[in-house]
């Protein structure tokens, strides 16, 4: 059994055991932000791409949900009727993300596993089923 203060990633020794609580409390919080970043927005985020994400997440929050639009989009270009509504309570953010466009492009969104409609999802919901014995 390895020593109580082995890093098995670096293959060395912390120097005390508040190091190795910090270290993992870091590591911890590095991850739950991924898995929220994952669920909430719906980016494929590993910890390679974790310090960019964050330096852009206050940008990302505000278009998540038009990001198939806002990569095209170009300062002049003319605006859908779906998109007005959201453009025009949002285009503080817009404009302000567009500086992190080019980062926002390289991200891969995750495929939806719930392809249900609202009133497929009710009708399966409401299904009764019978079970005899």
């Known amino acids: 059994m390895p020593p109580s203060l082995y890093n098995y990633k670096t293959g060395g020794f912390y120097a005390n055991k ?3 609580v910090s270290k993992r409390k870091q590591k911890d919080n590095i991850k739950q932000k991924i898995r929220y970043w994952r669920n909430k927005y719906g980016y494929d985020v ?6 960019e994400f964050n330096k852009h997440s206050s940008n990302i929050k505000h278009i998540y949900d038009i990001h198939d639009w ?4 170009k300062v002049g270009d003319s605006i859908d009727e779906d998109i007005h509504g959201i453009f025009f309570t949002r285009q503080a953010y817009i ?9 926002i492009k390289t991200l891969k969104k995750i495929e939806s596993t719930e392809d ?17 014995f």
């Open 95 to 103: 404009l302000r993300a567009l500086l992190s466009q080019d980062y």
């Open 18 to 20: 508040e190091e190795m």
């Open 116 to 132: 249900l409609s609202s009133e497929e999802d009710t009708l399966i919901k409401n299904e009764k089923h019978i079970i005899s």
């Open 70 to 73: 806002f990569i095209d989009y």
């Open 46 to 51: 590993n910890e390679k791409d974790y310090d």
